[in-house]
């Protein structure tokens, strides 16, 4: 089946350094969605890719689809204490099911 | 606009009790999933359904697990008997489906602990 990888795992970083997390498809991805989990939450949507080589801005925030898409990115520029929490990506397969596929997230932690 | 309303919040239950968490989708939501998170295994969908109508369970961990969609505003999942394994957050999602956009929309989740 799909497998939806995502490094690092764990990431600290001082208040104001950039964070970076890598999202990698098994298979091409008809579209892949970020979701932001603070600690205690629930995963929130950030945001929805579906072209390839698609680049969209959020504010700091930047996630890029690949151009085959199998893969994203998601970068965050001087990063705040508001922008801790787990970050995932989500890829849909393009069966027209609608189902995600997680990855495990990465756990953002700054450091003031 | 009420979003994604799970009951209870938390749940905690010994090994071999019967477990029922409750999903109420935002309405109009035509789609609905539910998910376990665990440190382990992070987020696994175990089951969604599309009109009520259950498309994909392969999710589900054993017979122990049942769920159901009576109706388009509820839904139920079910462990019988529960074990120490199934300690975990379970999400549900509901999305409304609309062409290639699909976001999911979580509710708070219930946090289950079997002693």
Redesign the interface.
């Known amino acids: 089946g799909q497998q939806v990888m995502q490094i690092p795992q764990y990431q600290h970083v001082q208040e104001g350094e950039d964070f970076t997390t890598y999202c990698n498809s098994s298979t091409t991805l008809s579209n892949i969605q970020w979701y932001k989990q603070r600690p205690g939450g629930h995963p929130v949507f950030l945001i929805q890719l579906v072209k390839s080589g698609e680049v969209k801005k959020q504010k700091r925030l930047t996630f890029q689809f690949g151009e085959a898409k199998k893969n994203s990115s998601l970068h965050i520029t001087a990063t705040q204490t508001t922008d801790v929490g787990t970050y995932f990506c989500a890829g849909a397969d393009g069966t027209g099911s609608y189902q995600l596929t997680f990855g495990k997230g990465t756990k953002l932690s700054v450091i003031p | 606009d009420a979003g994604v309303i799970q009951s209870p919040r938390h749940e905690v239950t010994e090994m071999g009790q019967e477990v029922t968490l409750r999903c109420k989708p935002i309405s109009g939501h035509n ?1 609905l ?1 539910w ?1 376990r998170q665990t440190m382990m295994r ?2 696994e ?1 175990l089951i ?1 359904f ?1 009109n009520n109508v259950p ?2 369970d392969s999710g589900m961990p054993e017979d122990r697990f049942s769920a159901k969609m009576p109706n388009a505003s509820f839904s139920t999942l079910k462990i019988q008997p529960s074990e120490p394994r199934d300690s975990a957050v379970y ?1 549900c ?1 509901s ?1 409304y ?1 609309q062409g ?10 219930t946090r289950l602990t079997v002693l």
Do not use: V, W
Not at chain 2, 100 to 109: D, H, L, S, T, V
């Open positions: 789609s999933f998910y992070g987020l969908l969604y599309n498309i994909d999400f999602a999305t489906r290639a956009r699909n976001e999911q929309f979580f509710g708070p989740g």
